[in-house]
């Protein structure tokens, strides 16, 4: 039996890029996936079901308190539960590199609305069915750049220091109800909408020679420790940051 069979987890932002990948792995191990996001789950879903797993997808908003709480209902409705929460979805492939000052407001707070405040929408939509069950596995998804003060992306990089502490908060908060809540720090990985992106060559040139393993960051290369912390393997784990990103950064 696989490590996650049976589990019903929902990964937000997966219709594409790293959450594709998490889902698709995910299921591959096993577990029921809900695939979250603002875009289209529907193709992710078709390969999932294509290669024998189980998906649902749902188009839903983060940020916004009803959109979450349907997520929340058509996942039970279909699955009878949720034992993992992956909060993946954020902005940073669409942002713009540049000096902090040069940030719009708007910007600054658009970005920190999704990655932060959808996080704990998330959260909170999924405790009280978890506190119920008695258990409940939560990763956040945070990124290298907390610990290396990258410079050009301030707002993104707040953010993700953000999800650090609320990921320490809230696992102190849960652990008496059997929650463990977790965080994986990625590097500069190349998904979908990073090799879109015109700045994508040159910020990956740096950061693979600053790594102790000297090659690009796929995808795939976080999906063992995602796994692993939605997993019994790490049921006495909690409050913690996996940094994963070929020894660049080191924790």
Known sequence: MSRLSNRTIIVTGAARGIGAAYARALAAEGARVAICDVLDPGPVVADIEAAGGEAIGAVCDITDTASVADLVAQ???????????????????????????????????????VNVRGTFECIRAVLPG?????????????????????????HYTASKGAIIALTRVVAREVGGD???VNCVAP????????????????????????????????????NGAIGFLLSAESDFMTGQVMVVDGGSVMN
């Open 187 to 222: 590097g500069f990985t190349l998904s979908e909408g990073i090799l879109d992106a015109e700045e994508t060559a040159a910020i990956n040139r740096a950061t693979v020679a600053s790594r102790c393993l000297p090659r690009d960051q796929q995808p795939d290369d976080l």
């Open 178 to 180: 059997g929650i463990r």
């Open 75 to 113: 996942v039970k409705t279909r699955f009878g539960g949720i034992d993992g929460l992956v909060n993946n979805a954020a902005i940073f492939a669409a942002l713009t590199p540049r000096p902090f000052e040069q940030i719009p407001s708007e910007e600054f707070d658009r970005v920190l609305q």
């Open 130 to 154: 978890m506190r119920g069950q008695g258990y409940g596995k939560i990763v956040n998804i945070a990124s290298g750049t907390v610990y290396k003060g990258t410079p050009g992306l301030l």
